[in-house]
């Protein structure tokens, strides 16, 4: 049974950084695309950025330039570098992983999922 669990999240002021973590638990080997995704409150979920077993990377354009997706395969971790928090970041944020050969910022091809980690950044 593949396990997500997200960590490092928190509450910052504007302007600082947070890294996010998500290990994967019960998968062998690394998975072949794995993303963040984000709920603020009151709006639905929204994708971050992809990273695939390539490690290329995507990035949705209102994070581009400040957040970094990286990866650990050997541990089979996921991370978020977030720098320059805004306000409007705030949300929980959910690391996805899919062993599809598909790579994309799409929720349906991700079935396995986190349970999420909050980030609040206050002006």
């Known amino acids: 049974q593949v396990q997500l669990v997200e960590s490092g999240g928190g509450s910052v002021q504007a302007g600082g950084s947070l890294r996010l973590s998500c290990a994967v638990f019960?998968?062998?080997?690394?998975?072949?695309?794995m993303a963040w995704f984000r709920q603020p409150p009151g709006k639905e979920r929204e994708w971050v950025a992809s990273?695939?077993?390539?490690?290329?990377?995507s990035y949705a354009d209102s994070v581009k330039g400040r957040f970094t997706i990286s990866q650990d395969k050997g541990k089979n971790i996921l991370y978020l570098q977030m720098d320059s928090l805004k306000p409007e970041d705030t949300a929980m944020y959910y690391c996805?992983?899919?062993?599809?050969?598909?790579?994309?910022?799409?929720?349906?091809?991700?079935?396995?999922w986190g349970q999420g980690t909050q980030v609040t950044v206050s002006s």
């Open positions: 990273i695939g077993s390539d490690d290329k990377t």
């Open positions: 019960g998968y062998t080997t690394s998975m072949s695309c």
């Open positions: 996805a992983a899919s062993n599809g050969s598909v790579c994309s910022l799409q929720e349906a091809i991700f079935p396995y």
